[in-house]
């Protein structure tokens, strides 16, 4: 009861005060309230790992109307948030010292990207795929982006299976097109610009300055490991030399030998 009483004469001076002086009262509420906005609502958001994407694009997802203790105790939150892009492979928030008052209202965002590799048709849609194989967004929308920096150089893929039928096959197929790309420009020197699945296992490979596709056998089980038929590959290419206009195709998709397809000669 004694505490009540209290409370009420309290307020009441409040009141009292309140209406001799509105405007201290005013500048008092404004003061807390700005103390409160830089002690608890502003934030520095640190970002690293950025290659592909903005920070424009990053903040968009990112939380920030939310509090500093809400983001002390929400890390994992805002992760799992930044991975529901495909763009993201993996996320972690941090603080950005390691004492709770050094740094106050400060956190490290730092995220691992997918970067755009091949540019395929699946289910009659062209797609924009990351080097591991995730889906990142129709073709047509990264042409929108308008930004060629991004989507540069990136390797065509056909014949790939139903993505909706099959996502399983799908997702080997551009794995094996990953590894394939990086065995044979190691072994051959010559940069991918696109392949083909032929069916088999086989692959048919376009590199730059070539013409004409090579066939090789990429099935994990293949009698002739693929590196071995990169060198083949450099091999015939040098043998080839000063005739590489006439031919059509080479095959090497065979255990001991590869075949020549030459163009044919107009009578």
Same mark, same amino acid.
């Given at each position: 009861?004694?505490?009540?009483?209290?409370?009420?004469?309290?307020?009441?001076?409040?009141?009292?005060?309140?209406?001799?002086?509105? /405007?201290?009262?005013?500048?008092?509420?404004?003061?807390?309230?700005? !103390? !409160?906005?830089?002690?608890?609502?502003?934030?520095?958001?640190?970002?690293? /790992?950025?290659? !592909?994407?903005?920070?424009?694009?990053? &903040?968009?997802?990112?939380?920030?109307?939310?509090?500093? $203790? !809400?983001?002390?105790?929400?890390?994992?939150?805002?992760?799992?948030?930044?991975?529901?892009?495909?763009?993201?492979?993996?996320?972690?928030?941090?603080?950005?010292?390691?004492?709770?008052?050094?740094?106050? /209202?400060?956190? $490290?965002?730092?995220?691992?990207?997918?970067?755009?590799?091949?540019?395929?048709?699946?289910?009659?849609?062209?797609?924009?795929?990351?080097?591991?194989?995730?889906?990142?967004?129709?073709?047509?929308?990264?042409?929108?982006?308008?930004? &060629?920096?991004?989507?540069? /150089?990136?390797?065509?893929?056909?014949?790939?299976?139903?993505?909706?039928?099959?996502?399983?096959?799908?997702?080997?197929?551009?794995?094996?097109?990953?590894? +394939?790309?990086? +065995?044979?420009?190691?072994?051959?020197?010559?940069?991918?610009?696109?392949?083909?699945?032929?069916?088999?296992?086989?692959?048919?490979?376009?590199?730059?300055?070539?013409?004409?596709?090579? $066939?090789?056998?990429?099935?994990?089980?293949?009698?002739?490991?693929?590196? &071995?038929?990169?060198?083949?590959? +450099?091999?015939?290419?040098?043998?080839?030399?000063?005739?590489?206009?006439?031919?059509?195709?080479?095959?090497?998709?065979?255990?001991?030998?590869?075949?020549?397809?030459?163009?044919?000669?107009?009578?």
């Amino acid at each position: 009861m004694r505490a009540l009483f209290t409370a009420l004469i309290i307020t009441v001076f409040l009141v009292l005060q309140y209406l001799d002086n509105p /405007g201290l009262f005013r500048a008092g509420a404004q003061v807390a309230s700005e !103390w !409160w906005q830089r002690s608890f609502q502003d934030k520095e958001v640190r970002l690293e /790992g950025l290659k !592909w994407l903005s920070r424009t694009e990053i &903040e968009r997802v990112l939380p920030l109307e939310r509090s500093v $203790v !809400w983001w002390m105790l929400n890390g994992p939150v805002i992760q799992a948030k930044l991975a529901e892009s495909p763009w993201i492979g993996a996320a972690s928030v941090d603080r950005c010292g390691e004492s709770l008052l050094s740094e106050w /209202g400060c956190f $490290v965002v730092s995220v691992r990207e997918r970067a755009p590799r091949f540019l395929a048709v699946v289910d009659d849609e062209a797609w924009v795929i990351s080097d591991d194989g995730s889906f990142l967004l129709p073709a047509r929308s990264a042409m929108q982006e308008n930004s &060629e920096d991004r989507y540069r /150089g990136l390797v065509t893929i056909e014949g790939l299976a139903s993505r909706q039928q099959s996502p399983d096959l799908v997702a080997s197929q551009v794995a094996l097109a990953s590894t +394939t790309i990086e +065995t044979l420009e190691k072994a051959v020197k010559l940069k991918v610009k696109g392949v083909v699945f032929e069916g088999r296992g086989d692959l048919s490979v376009s590199f730059e300055r070539i013409s004409f596709p090579i $066939v090789f056998a990429a099935a994990r089980d293949a009698s002739v490991p693929l590196g &071995e038929q990169g060198q083949r590959c +450099t091999k015939l290419l040098a043998q080839l030399n000063g005739r590489l206009s006439e031919v059509e195709r080479i095959d090497l998709a065979f255990s001991q030998v590869g075949v020549v397809k030459f163009k044919s000669q107009p009578r």
